[in-house]
Structures are given as C-alpha cells and as structure tokens.
C-alpha cells in the first residue's frame, strides 16, 4: 500500500510515548526496581480470582447493558451515598467504563467543541491535555505551589474566561499526593457559580488519603455536584490495574451526553468482570481498609530513607512519594531519572513530564504500592546516593 506522508496531518504533533511506558521499558531493560509506573507488585485479593472463575464460568459472556450491569451500578450508587451523602440514580448516573482514563477522555469529548478552553492544574496527569486538544480544545494551566502543591485560587479565577467550558481536578493528585481540602472545594464552588462550566473530577486514588484526613469529592458539595463527572477507579482500588474498569457517575443530564460518546466508542464494559466486582464490592472493608494498608507502606518507605541526601515531600494521598533532590545535584529530572534506572538500578518518574513547558523542581516520584522487599531494595539504593 502507498504511504502518503504528505498528507497526514497530526492532531497530537507534540505527543510521544508516555513517561510511564518509557521508563517501565527501561527498567525492564537494565532489571532495575520499578517504582515508576503506579501499579502493585503484589496480586489481588484471592477472593477477587475465586470469584473470575465463577462468573466467566457462569455463561455471561455476552453484552451487558450498555451502562454496566445494574447490580454494579447499584453498588456503586450506594457507596457514593454512604461516603458523600449524595444520591445517584443507577439506571441514569452511573456508568460503568473500561478505566479512568477513558472515562476522563469521553466525558472531555462529550463536551469540549474546538475553541473550548480547559482549565488543567499542573502538574497535571498527562492524559488531560491530549483529551482537550484532539477535541479541539485550548488546556489554560494553573501552576500549583510547590513544595506543598497547594492551589492559587486568584490564579484559578484569572484563568477562567467567557470561553471556559471545563475544568479538570484530580484529588488525591498524581503525581503531587497532594489532597483537596473542603476550604477548597468551597472555593472552587464559589468561582463556578453562575456559570455553565463542566467540572471532570478524577478521583481514582479516593480510598487512598492518609494521616487522618477525608476524602472530599465534589459529591460532598451540592454547587459542584451537580455540574460534575465523578470518575474512579477499580483497578487503583482492588490492585487489578490490568483490568482496566472503572466508573462515572454524574447528573442525569450530563450523563446523557457522556452516554451518546460513551455507545459509539465501547459501547459495552467486560461484562463478567462487572459481576465480579458487584459481589466483591459488598465487602465494604475492602476499600475501607486502603488507606491504613497504604500509609503503612509510605511510612515503611519514608522511614527506609531516613538516611538518605533526598528530601521527602508531604503525600497525603495516591500511592506515590516525591523526593526532591536539590541537595545532590543540578540536573534535570528527567536525565536524573535515566541515569538512577540505568546506572543505579531504580526507575522514579520525572516530575517536569507532568508540565506543558517542561518547568522542573528537582522532584522525582517513586510508586510505594510494592511489597516492603521491594521498598526496602529501593530505599538502600537511595540512600547511597
């Protein structure tokens, strides 16, 4: 077949391979410790493989319903309420979705039109950005404040324009762990009233916030509730990111709309795996107990570096540490964590990949969701740095 190279016009010119697969590759080449890419190094709960082999025995194997299994849906509209204090009808505000980030990108698509500004807090996870421009869209960005990531909320209300038809908040935030607090909910509800602006709230690390603190989705808050899609993850939850579901819940008008993109794209969810998590997901203590099994690894981890020249940054969310390295050298991150994969043996993911202009810190983040050998490896390597 002939290439006609003359006529391929890219939506994406500026886009590569992401950062995760880039540096898992490397450290699958020069066999170092992966603390980059955010996945367990440890399986699933037994009782979540008992539970595969009965349901793909069971003969459901063919379409579910385009939304998701209802027992699904159902379970998820009831955690939303028990956590939140906020009712979504299953039948019309929860959709199920193959992961996160297709749940962020058909929600983007459902709404963003060519000329349409998104405001992006950086930095921001990178599948945000592309989601917005191959829709047509202009990403606008609000640079959190290092060291703290905490959010200039003037910055956030300059930022917003006549042409400002969505914002995208992550909390817990990949890749700061930095969390939302409820003053700043209020506040995002405060600049959104009286506006039409979509909020896309990813909330894939909910179960996953430390020292004490509570989870605040927009759900909690009726001005943002009502204008938002909630997104979350399974994979993050119950340690099976390779099978890629997750779920969107949101008003019934605004789902709607996500449904019209979500039936021409998917269509359809895994279906066995829908029934799989609708029984697992009445073991409330499954996702009840995340936090203290994660802060445990952090502090595991933290503490495995007490020796070391890095300095640790606050994670009170997600399943990642940032380590700033100021104190050791002046390189940029990103050739900093090439070197550490393929002369040290441990692979962190460079924080500067995460910002449209490449501004770096001098801040590595490293994945703690490993067993505490793994940790432990890690952190010795490190701390002889």
């Known amino acids: 077949m002939p290439v006609y190279p003359n006529r391929i016009d890219s939506k994406l010119p500026n886009v590569g391979t992401t950062i995760f697969t880039v540096m898992s590759r ?52 009831e955690k939303a309420a028990a956590l939140y204090g906020t009712a979504y009808d299953p039948e019309h ?47 606008v960005y609000v640079r959190l404040r290092y060291p703290d990531f905490s959010i200039d909320w003037q910055a956030v209300r300059r930022a917003i324009t006549p042409k400002t038809r969505m914002i995208v908040i992550n909390t817990p935030n990949n890749p700061t762990a930095s969390v939302f607090s409820a003053e700043d909910m209020r506040g995002l509800e405060s600049i959104l009233r009286d506006t039409g602006i979509v909020v896309v709230s990813d909330e ?26 909630v997104v979350s993850s399974f994979g993050k939850t119950y340690s099976v990111t390779g099978w890629k579901m997750g779920y969107v819940i949101a008003p019934k008008e605004l789902m709607a709309e996500f449904r019209k993109v979500h039936q021409f794209n998917v269509f359809v969810t895994n279906g066995p795996l829908q029934h799989v998590l609708a029984e697992y997901m009445q073991d409330k203590d499954a996702y009840l107990s995340l936090a203290a099994f994660y802060q445990r690894k952090r502090d595991f981890f933290i503490d495995a570096l007490r ?10 969310g997600t399943f990642f540490q940032n380590l700033a390295y100021d104190a050791i050298t002046g390189e940029k991150d990103t050739e900093l964590a090439v070197r550490l994969t393929k002369e040290k043996g441990v692979a962190s993911i460079p924080l500067s990949v995460f910002y449209h202009d490449g501004h770096c810190d001098k801040v590595l983040r490293f994945c703690f969701a490993k067993s505490e050998e793994t940790l432990a490896k890690g952190a010795e390597i490190l701390s002889g740095i």
């Open 26 to 77: 490397l450290a699958q080449e020069h066999n170092a410790i992966n603390l980059s890419q955010g996945f367990p190094d440890f399986d699933c709960a037994p009782k979540l493989r008992e539970l595969v082999t009965k349901y793909f025995n069971a003969g459901l194997n063919q379409y579910p319903p385009m939304a998701g299994v209802m027992a699904l849906r159902e379970r998820v509209a």
């Open 307 to 316: 020796s070391s020249r890095f300095r640790v940054l606050p994670s009170r």
């Open 93 to 139: 505000e929860v959709t199920i979705v193959p992961g996160a980030t297709y749940g962020i990108f058909t929600a983007v698509t459902a709404f963003v039109r060519p000329g349409d500004e998104v405001v992006l807090f950086e930095p921001a996870y990178d599948s945000y950005a592309p989601a917005v421009e191959v829709n047509g869209g202009k990403p």
């Open 204 to 229: 894939v690390y909910e179960h996953l916030i430390y020292d004490g603190c509570r989870h605040q989705s927009v759900a909690r808050f009726p001005g943002l509730a009502e204008r938002s899609f």
